[in-house]
């Protein structure tokens, strides 16, 4: 469990990703190349495509950290390399440097020079409900950073209606009135946080 769990709204996004960090490595890491073809929650995602997607993340929002050029035309075949899962896990590492720096939360960042700490929540984000995505298709159970939720269901909020019309998220599931705040915010983005 986190212990850091009462803290304010201002927590800095390095922070949060840094305690995302912290529960998506290990289930990167625990992937079995076995496991790489079988389906994930995501529909147009197996195992492979999905790691594959998050590794992209993990990388590209460095860039936007730093107020770069980000580039997600294509995704490599980063699984395909020998060491991916310590690189993952380096990559992630740098992640958390990259929005910890001074200046990485301030004014826009990205093609739609969207605000750089809602850009950060993206990526915060990826790491939480992506990391449930492979625990859930790996048959492995997943706790997310309990300070990040809160945080992560603003953004949901905010991002939406857009994420929404770009077919990035679902329609809502519904859930019962005993869900979690972490099943309210997968089932926000369109997952079912019973069934996967």
């Known amino acids: 469990m986190d212990t850091n769990e009462n803290v304010t709204a201002n927590e800095s996004i390095g922070d949060l990703i840094g305690a995302a960090v912290e529960r998506a ?3 990167v890491a625990g992937i079995e190349d076995k ?3 079988e389906p994930t929650p995501c529909a147009d995602y197996d195992v492979k495509a ?3 997607h998050l590794f992209q993340v993990v990388v ?4 936007l950290a730093a107020k770069q050029q980000d580039d997600f035309t294509v995704t490599p075949d980063f699984v395909s390399r020998d060491g991916w899962r310590e690189r993952f896990a380096a990559e992630a590492g740098a992640l958390v440097a990259a929005w910890s720096a001074p200046g ?8 739609m020079n969207m605000p750089a ?7 915060l984000l990826d790491l939480t409900v992506h990391a449930w995505d492979l625990a859930r298709a790996t048959g492995r159970p997943f706790e997310p950073a309990p300070r990040a939720v809160a945080p ?3 953004a949901v909020a905010e991002l939406g209606p857009t994420a929404r019309s770009m ?16 099943e309210r915010l997968l089932a926000a983005t369109g997952r079912d946080p019973v069934r996967g």
Do not use: Y
């Not at 990485?104 to 093609?111: H, L, S």
């Not at 700490?117 to 990526?123: E, F, I, N, P, T």
């Open 25 to 27: 490595v290990p289930v």
């Open 35 to 37: 496991a790489l073809a």
């Open 50 to 52: 999905l790691v594959n």
């Open 60 to 63: 590209q929002f460095q860039k």
């Open 104 to 111: 990485a939360e301030d004014g826009t960042t990205g093609a």
């Open 117 to 123: 700490r809602l850009v950060g929540s993206m990526a």
């Open 152 to 154: 992560l269901a603003a």
């Open 167 to 182: 077919g990035v998220f679902g329609e809502p599931v519904a859930v019962g009135e005993d869900a979690s705040a972490f």
